[in-house]
């Protein structure tokens, strides 16, 4: 059952591009950070790259944080900040996410048959693997699994909590 609902929740929430995901302020990750320009954001920005194994695959992730308060439009809208950076924090880290799925189909089924509900830690590995694979774009996806299986116990913020402690 898990994986026809997860099939569905990727049907309904994949789009093609880039996905920001905003790390919660509470959340602090301690890794180097480089400046360099990104397109995206218009503008210059810390960049780490880091990975985490996630079901025998190795995931790339880029963490941005702002450079300094560039009052672009772009810039603003790619870290959230609002019109003429009017909640500007020094401190804002986003996940810019895959473009394109990392796993093919039948790789990404083979990963959804070894998943157990029973085994939240393998349900949060997995939500990672959803967001930060390339297969879906919007956080809503974990309310969509905890609405299929109401005994997880699971939020966003585990998911956070993991992928800090498990970066490499």
């Known amino acids: 059952m898990l994986k ?24 602090t990750i ?6 360099t320009y990104e397109k995206y ?15 025998d695959t190795d995931i790339p992730i880029k963490i941005h944080k702002p450079f300094c308060q560039t009052h672009r439009y772009e810039y ?8 003429h950076c009017e909640n500007y924090n020094n401190d804002k880290l986003v ?5 394109n799925p990392i796993l093919n189909n039948v790789e990404l089924e083979k990963v959804l048959d070894s998943v157990s509900c029973d085994n939240n830690i393998q349900i949060i590995q997995l939500l ?10 919007d956080l809503s996806c974990i309310d ?13 913020d585990h998911m956070f909590e993991y992928l ?3 970066l490499q």
């Open 144 to 156: 969509k699994i905890q609405q299929n299986f109401p005994e997880l116990n699971i939020s966003q």
């Open 4 to 27: 026809s609902v997860v099939l569905d929740i990727i049907k309904a929430h994949y789009k093609n591009g880039h996905y920001l995901l905003y790390i919660p302020e509470k959340h």
């Open 128 to 137: 990672l693997l959803l967001f930060l694979g390339g297969f879906v774009n």
């Open 164 to 166: 800090i402690e498990h």
């Open 41 to 55: 954001a218009g503008g210059f920005v810390y960049e780490s790259n880091q990975k985490i194994h996630l079901f």
């Open 76 to 83: 603003e809208y790619y870290f959230a900040f609002g019109p």
């Open 30 to 35: 301690n890794v180097d950070f480089k400046q």
């Open 95 to 99: 996940i810019q996410c895959l473009r």
